[in-house]
């Protein structure tokens, strides 16, 4: 089976969070299955050097913009570069520019991408067509809405990864993505007097998917559909929750070379010199209190602001904490000020580099990750597969991919973590008691490790699911499919 996937980021090409990830160890989770997977994402600076075998597929003008598709490899990946230097050529990231801002043209940059995979999915690229297009998150989702209008027959899967990002742009942009005006509409891209890319994909894909079961009924309340329960009310019945994995090639600490000291769960003791390691990376003061990081975007759906009330208890109970990631400046900035009353004891670092994501999975003892909301989450997965036990919120893949350490958990031998109310301030600090309270019994810290390290979470099992979720989808593609150039 022959399967197009189209996303705005790839690891290890382009990052700035777990969909990369996903989009990066799926294909390859795919292969031993008979599914072959060739991944179309946009051509930002240093994407095309980086690949071998690159070849000149096609050319197409695309909502007025000249639009190169180039193919390559990076190791198991098999990759479409749609390369238009001035839309994806510029300085800052993927979405914003160096100060931080929205590049004001995201909606085309965009739009493009999601019709010239639209126009590959339909036509094909030199003989190879795809049997089912796979969609990921608001930048790619109006592809679902260009197949739609060209009656193209090829089944598409739209994979939500987080619902809270969702595409608007002013409905003045409609007349430019040249679809047909009934589009325009509350069944498919209108969203309160707005036009959304991911309400496009909802209304207009053959199959939804959301990164957890959890996270799939969530989507559907009040409290948690961000303002899109409605139309995904309407289409309950194609929404299916399959849990994300993660790429235990990538992240397996008996071989990653990021991290100071390989080790497996026979040999944990040696995770010892990756605590040290982070501790003179992050300049700790180097004790036997432990060390809990926060490893995530600094923001209000991750609970950043949940750390303020707690930082005392954890400096009175001995712990060092590390906050890593970035976000939103009214956040970070408090929390900067407050680790100036604990030198050697508190550090927040603004950025993010995958070596240092990978040492302190390998070096601190407690991950936490306070969310008010999580479609699945990865975080928890690396720290389960390092050692490094989770303290989580009870909510979207949180709650499903973390048993917590009860007393009955810990007697059945399948404990993995501790979970809070998502939004507690008291419950999130009763875990966190209970976790510093563990680590003090060094024999149940070091069960309560060993199970969380042989817990799988490969892709394999959610791999599997997604092949059977293609092949009830594959048709035969229409003959006559023809190019939207728009």
Known sequence: MLVLSASSELFPLIKTGGLADVTGALPKALKPLGVTTRTILPGYPGILPRLTNVQDEAEMVVLGESVQLKSGQLEDLNVIVAHCPAL????????????????????????????????????????????????????????????????????????????????????????????????????????????????????????????????????????????????????????????????????????DACISCNYDNRTIGRRAHNRAALERRFQLTADRGPVLSVVSRLTWQKGIDLLHPVLPGIMDRGGKLIIYGQGDPALIHPLIEESWKYPGRMVVHVGYSEADAHLL??????????????????????????????????????????????????????????????????????????????????????????????ADFSWQRSAARYADLYSELRKDMAPDARIYRG
């Open 361 to 454: 999975h390998a070096g601190s003892d407690i991950i936490i990750q306070p969310s008010r909301f999580e479609p699945c989450g990865l975080t928890q997965l690396y720290a389960l597969r390092y050692g490094a036990i989770p303290i989580v919120a009870r909510t979207g893949g949180l709650a499903e991919t973390i048993i917590d350490a009860n007393e009955a958990a810990m007697a059945a031998r399948v404990a993995t973590g501790f979970q809070f109310q998502p939004g507690s301030v008291e419950d999130f600090y009763h875990a966190i008691d209970r976790a510093l309270t563990g680590f003090e019994r060094p024999s149940f810290w070091r069960r309560l490790q060993n199970q969380a390290m042989k």
């Open 88 to 255: 994806f050529e510029r300085d800052g990231g993927p979405y914003l520019n160096q100060e931080g801002w929205d590049h004001a043209d995201n909606w085309k940059r965009f739009a493009v991408l999601s019709l010239a995979t639209a126009n590959v999915a339909s036509m094909g690229l030199n003989g190879w067509r795809p049997n089912v297009v796979h969609l990921h998150d608001w930048q790619t989702g109006l592809t679902a809405a260009y197949l739609k209008a060209m009656g193209a027959q090829i089944p598409v899967v739209l994979s939500i990864h987080n619902l809270a990002f969702q595409g608007q742009f002013s409905s003045n942009v409609f007349g430019e993505l040249q679809l047909p005006g009934e589009f325009f509409s509350v069944e498919k891209l209108e969203y309160f007097g707005s036009v959304s890319f991911l309400k496009a994909g909802i209304s207009c894909a053959d199959s939804i998917t959301t990164v957890s079961p959890t996270y799939a009924r969530e989507i559907l309340t009040d409290e948690l559909g961000m303002g899109m329960q409605g139309i995904l009310a309407t289409r309950r019945d194609a929404i299916k929750g399959i849990v994300n994995g993660i790429d235990t090639e990538v992240w397996n600490p008996l071989t």
